[in-house]
């Protein structure tokens, strides 16, 4: 079974930092590419990270410049760096992963940027 954990968020000002973090189970994860969306109130989830099987990474332009994803296989976790942190960067954070033609998500962790 297929389980993703997020953790990591929290409120932060802003101009400050956050790492979230994706722990990973019930998949061979070294083998999978790994996706970071957020779904802000009002607002569609967008898919703001993704990190491949190689550690390649690609980011939305509204966090780019400003987020690293990285991921550590020897712990099956994937993590979003995200600094200089915006009030519109507040949102709950997904990990995502597409396997067996299925798609898995966690539970989300909220980041609210804000004064």
């Known amino acids: 079974q297929v389980q993703l954990v997020e953790s990591g968020g929290g409120l932060v000002q802003p101009g400050g930092s956050l790492r979230l973090s994706c722990a990973a189970s019930?998949?061979?994860?070294?083998?999978?590419?790994m996706n970071w969306y957020r779904q802000a109130p009002g607002k569609q989830r967008e898919l703001v990270a993704v990190i491949t099987s190689g550690g390649s990474t690609n980011y939305a332009d509204s966090v780019k410049g400003r987020s690293t994803s990285s991921r550590d296989n020897a712990k099956n976790t994937v993590y979003l760096q995200m600094n200089s942190l915006k009030p519109e960067d507040t949102a709950v954070y997904y990990c995502?992963?597409?396997?067996?033609?299925?798609?898995?998500w966690g539970q989300g962790t909220q980041v609210t940027v804000s004064s």
């Open positions: 995502h992963i597409r396997y067996l033609n299925l798609d898995y």
């Open positions: 019930g998949i061979s994860f070294s083998m999978h590419g």
